[in-house]
Structures are given as C-alpha cells and as structure tokens.
C-alpha cells in the first residue's frame, strides 16, 4: 500500500531556531501534500496544502512566514517552522493521496508525525 | 461554521462487545465520509470510506452506517478485542481537497 515517510519522528529545539520537517511518499507520486497540526486530545487542523512547483495554499490563521512548505518534487514536501517559539510545540503530521487514485474521494495517507518541542 | 462532533468521552468496553462510536456533524453536505484509527503518537490509518449513497458499508470487524438525513455516521466495532483500542476519527471534505477531521472517540477494549 501506499506508503508515507515523515522525518524526523520528534524534535526538541530551542526558542528562536527553524526546524525543517520532511515528508516523503515512497511508493507513490504526490502532487498535493497535506500539513495537518494536532494538539493534545485535539482534532488534526489542517495548516496548509502544498502543491508540487507552485506555493502552498496557507488555512486562514496559519502565517505563511513562519510555516514554510516547499514541495519540491512530487515524492517530497518540507515543512519549515521558523523561530519557533514554546507555542508552536505540537504534533505535525502530513499526508497525501496516491497519484494514481488522486480523486477527491480516496483516502489520505499519512505519516507517523513529528513531535515538535520548543524549549 | 462547519462543525463534526464526536463522543468525546472514551468509550470503555468489555472484550467481544460491540463498540459502537458516533460521528455527527454540521453544516456539511458531503458526498461521502470516512473514519481512521489513531494510536498514540502515531499518523491516522485509513479504515473505511462510505458514500452518500450507501447506508452501510462493512470492511471484516467494521460497520459503518451514514444517513444524511440525521446527519449522521454510525461506526461499529463487533466482536472487539483489546488491539482495537485507540482513537477512531470520523472526517468530511469541505468542499475542497483535503479532510477535516473531528476530535475523535478514545476506545478501550478490557480484556
């Protein structure tokens, strides 16, 4: 089945410093990529929709500046969470459908997530 | 505003029972619904898919049920076992590309 790698799985960094998160579709090809946050005992909260050669399209709330996505080639997308600070501490986790079975209906595949720590 | 709900207390059951868990929601005329599973510090796993049309869909252990009328979406668990605890999301299309998801129900299974 379809297979989504996020890299790395946590991370602890201090206040002010960026960290690059990756997310990789390893059987597939992915054209649109999903960054979705989730905070304890939360729902998942879709952030952003990155698109493969064109920018990302940002949920109302999210600031673009300090969430950057670059989908770079249609197996790779990053998540680049600039001076963090300790509220950005959270869950991020990114998915994707299966190019193949791109319709509007066909299930998400995700990665296992990225525990960020802001310190 | 768009709304899914889902019990938000977990929901505690006796091994081989059926767990049944609920997923309503609002202001959403989605053309189909879908439910994962979430472990602990882990992504969502999809298990099933249910269009507007169908009024039951079954995948093994699972049951799911959708009316549009109530607005509603009904998941089984029949004959649960303690590997079936974890967080079951319930998600909807908002008229876009990707989900939305609800809070999710916590199930435990006792032995």
């Known amino acids: 089945g379809a297979v989504v790698s996020q890299h790395p799985s946590w991370v602890i960094c201090k206040s002010g410093t960026s960290v690059k998160i990756e997310c990789r579709s390893l059987?597939?090809?992915?054209?649109?990529m999903f960054w979705y946050r989730q905070f304890p005992k939360q729902s998942l909260m879709l952030m952003a929709t990155s698109n493969e050669g064109s920018k990302a399209t940002y949920e109302q709330g999210v600031e673009k500046d300090k969430f950057l996505i670059n989908h770079a080639s249609l197996t790779l997308s990053t998540l680049t969470v600039t001076s963090a600070h300790p509220e950005d501490s959270s869950f991020y986790i990114c998915?994707?459908?299966?190019?193949?079975?791109?319709?509007?209906?066909?299930?998400?595949?995700f990665g296992n997530g990225t525990r960020l720590t802001v310190t | 505003s768009q709304k899914i709900e889902q019990n938000s207390e977990a929901l505690n059951i006796q091994e081989g029972k059926t767990a049944t868990l609920t997923c309503n929601y609002t202001n959403y005329s989605p053309a189909y619904l879908q439910w994962y599973r979430q472990d602990p510090g882990r992504g969502p796993v999809f298990l099933l898919l249910i269009r507007e049309n169908e009024k039951e869909k079954r995948k093994e252990r699972l049951k799911v049920t959708f009316d549009t009328t109530l607005k509603q979406s009904l998941f089984h668990i029949t004959a649960s076992q303690p590997a079936d605890s974890a967080t079951y999301l319930c998600?909807?299309?908002?008229?876009?590309?990707?989900?939305?998801f609800g809070k999710g129900t916590s199930l435990l299974v006792t032995p």
């Open positions: 059987d597939f090809q992915a054209t649109t």
């Open positions: 998915s994707a459908r299966d190019g193949q079975s791109s319709s509007y209906n066909s299930p998400l595949h």
């Open positions: 998600a909807l299309d908002p008229a876009g590309y990707a989900l939305n």
